[in-house]
């Protein structure tokens, strides 16, 4: 009788170390394997898109440097959102490249792979039920 039981409004432990500063890791690695990616495609356009010189050429350029750019970004809340928005515009590109709109397209399953991942740890996290907010057993 002189137990309590625990109540739902007990507070969860917090994690050890923080599992979104982790998240934010592999956005900006996978932005900058994106930024990579869509350099290489340079020569693509150059070969079949017009030449570097070309709408298409310049666009292919300010997106590498954007995704660059927005590694920096990612502790803002709007820079997920943003990234989405830029998988839309790389998709697009691909009205006159389409082999670069396959890369937007891979990478736009990536990140909703990783938001999903990030919902999925955050609801665990709230829960309490992630490996380092379990008690440690004692040897």
Not at 35 to 60: D, E, H, M, N, Q
Not at 62 to 85: D, E, F, N
Not at 116 to 129: E, N, P, Q, S
Request: hydrophobic fraction near 55%.
């Amino acid at each position: 009788m002189s137990e309590t039981p625990e109540t739902p409004d007990t507070p969860v432990k917090p994690p050890a170390k923080d599992p979104m500063k982790g998240f934010r890791g592999v956005m900006a690695g996978t932005l900058i394997m994106e930024a990579i990616t869509v350099a290489l495609a340079l020569p693509v356009v150059a070969k079949l898109g017009g030449g570097i010189t070309s709408f298409t050429g310049w666009t292919v350029i300010a997106l590498a440097v954007v995704l660059i750019v927005l590694c920096g970004m990612l502790k803002h809340v709007w820079a997920v959102p943003v990234i989405l928005l830029l998988q839309l515009a790389i998709i697009a590109v691909g009205i006159t490249q389409p082999a670069i709109a396959i890369i937007g397209i891979i990478f736009l399953a990536a990140f909703l792979w990783f938001l999903w991942l990030r919902r999925d740890v955050a609801r665990r996290m709230a829960a309490g039920t992630l490996p380092s907010q379990q008690p440690q057993a004692q040897r």
